[in-house]
């Protein structure tokens, strides 16, 4: 039980890690958006509206990863914990055919 304890916190962390980035990626985009108010002009106009526009779709976009991706996290994460020696059986039936296949080519 503490392997896959083990196993769940290392996935949280990548998949926070990951998440942390893209939000720290459109945190400096905002700060540009900001930054970019002295610009004068239609054209700069036209900019930061579309930049604001981005920013959003990229947070929705986020969100909606999340929310699609945990029901496939946990399901295989059940999965995994319910049936480990199948589990390890397909990774053995899958690392074999993929040893034979590269055993071929040399």
Sequence with gaps: ????????TESEQIKDQAFSELQALIQESEKLLNDSASLVGEEAETLRAQLQLKLKQAGQAVGNVRDRAKPVVDATEQYIGGHPWQTVAISAGFGLVVGLLLGRRS
Excluded: N
């Design 1 to 8: 039980m503490a392997r896959k304890t083990t196993q769940h």
